[in-house]
């Protein structure tokens, strides 16, 4: 007989204990309205981010690009022996146009005077400063609308052919 008390309070504990307890659905407004609340401000921030990072991959990729045709600009002036004067031209490179110029200066570097160098800081009895001159190339170019730039220069000694 003891078991089967037992077993009947077993069996009607369920029912007694789901008529006393308050039942639990899952979240309560006031916690929703806070999660929505962090997204709206959260949302907003990551898609600037991925705006941004989207701007400098296309600003790099053409940055690298802009190198490459200043690179080649000045290898093929300096070949060619044209470093008399400016010149300018624009190339294509896929889509994407490319604007270029070419510099010739003389040399005016200031630096560090020793026994045997002038106020440039050149060694007069290895260069003549007169000789060395700067060649520099500007490629401008454009990216999600605005303009960029790269500059590369070399030093040139104009006496050799």
Do not use: D, H, S, W
């Given at each position: 007989m003891k078991c089967k008390t037992?077993?009947?309070?077993?069996?009607?504990?369920?029912?007694k204990c789901?008529?006393?307890?308050?039942?639990?659905?899952?979240?309560?407004?006031?916690?929703?309205?806070?999660?929505?609340?962090?997204?709206?401000?959260?949302?907003?921030?990551?898609?600037?981010?991925l705006h941004t990072a989207a701007l400098a991959g296309e600003v790099s990729e053409r940055k690298a690009l802009a190198a490459r045709i200043a690179d080649r600009v000045l290898n093929e002036t300096i070949v060619n022996g044209q470093t008399i004067t400016a010149t300018s031209g624009s190339e294509q490179q896929g889509p994407f146009q490319f604007h270029w110029t070419v510099k010739n200066e003389p040399w005016t570097q200031a630096g560090g005077l020793a026994a045997n160098e002038n106020a440039n800081g050149?060694?007069?009895?290895?260069?003549?400063?007169n000789l060395i001159h700067q060649l520099s190339v500007d490629v401008v170019y454009t990216a999600q609308g605005k303009n960029f730039s790269v500059h590369l220069s070399t030093l040139i000694n104009t006496s050799q052919p």
């Open positions: 037992k077993i009947r309070n077993r069996l009607a504990c369920p029912q789901a008529a006393t307890r308050v039942p639990y659905f899952g979240y309560t407004l006031i916690e929703l309205i806070v999660c929505l609340a962090l997204m709206a401000a959260v949302i907003p921030i990551i898609v600037q981010g050149v060694n007069q009895g290895v260069v003549n400063e």
